[in-house]
């Protein structure tokens, strides 16, 4: 256990940035899955409009407050673009 004090405030920091970066991405993996099973069960393109809209505002939030890198929010962004394109074509 260190003794610094300096270091054990970085340590309690670094927890706690930790945990509200596991919330972040849980919370966008979580909006996601509900946004693809919406496209296997439902017919509805508003309900898929308003899920996409939902983890496009999440991902963007993530990527502001520095959780995601900008390219990998926009590599999420278009594979669930691209999803929905697929699911309306077929």
């Known amino acids: 256990m260190p003794k610094n004090l300096s270091v ?6 670094s927890l706690r940035n930790r ?3 596991k919330m972040y991405r849980s919370a966008i993996k979580t909006l996601t899955k509900k946004y693809i099973l919406s496209l296997e069960q439902s017919q509805d393109i508003s309900i898929y409009t308003s899920n996409l809209s939902a983890v496009y505002q999440k991902i963007d939030k993530a990527v502001k407050k520095g959780i995601l890198h900008k390219n990998t929010a926009s590599r999420k ?6 999803l929905i394109k697929k699911n309306i074509v077929s």
Not at 8 to 13: E, F, I, Y
Not at 77 to 82: D, M, R
């Open 19 to 21: 945990a509200t970066n």
């Open 8 to 13: 054990l405030k970085k340590t309690r920091v």
């Open 77 to 82: 962004k278009a594979l669930l673009a691209s």
